[in-house]
């Protein structure tokens, strides 16, 4: 089956940077989307950064664009999630998440998620 495997958050300071990464297995990696998510207590799932199957498109959160980068490397089924300039407001579980072949927005689109990875920003 499907599974994501996130790694990388932590504890961080104000400013500083962070890289995430998504392990995925079970599916033709190099046929589908992948996204970023994040969810802070008491709201909503947020889309963060998405990156097309081939990795020749990607789209950002109005928040986060110009300090994080989303990338991927279908021959190790691996994606990343570069954030730098880190502000407390980024604090919240990030999860990985699959999409077959068309990527968007929205988190119900999205087949399959990992379980997340915490990463809190000090200020």
């Known amino acids: 089956q499907v599974q994501l495997v996130e790694s990388g958050g932590g504890l961080v300071q104000a400013g500083g940077s962070l890289r995430l990464s998504c392990a995925a297995s079970?599916?033709?990696?190099?046929?589908?989307?992948m996204g970023w998510f994040r969810q802070a207590p008491g709201k909503e799932r947020e889309f963060v950064a998405g990156?097309?199957?081939?990795?020749?498109?990607?789209y950002y959160g109005d928040p986060v664009l110009g300090r994080f980068t989303i990338s991927r490397d279908n021959a190790k089924n691996m994606v990343y999630l570069q954030m730098n300039s880190l502000k407390p407001e980024d604090t919240a579980v990030y999860y990985c998440?699959?999409?077959?072949?068309?990527?968007?927005?929205?988190?119900?689109?999205?087949?399959?998620w990992g379980q997340g990875t915490q990463v809190t920003v000090s200020s």
């Open positions: 998440a699959a999409r077959f072949w068309a990527l968007t927005q929205d988190p119900a689109d999205f087949s399959s």
């Open positions: 990156i097309s199957a081939t990795g020749r498109t990607t």
């Open positions: 079970g599916l033709p990696f190099s046929r589908y989307a």
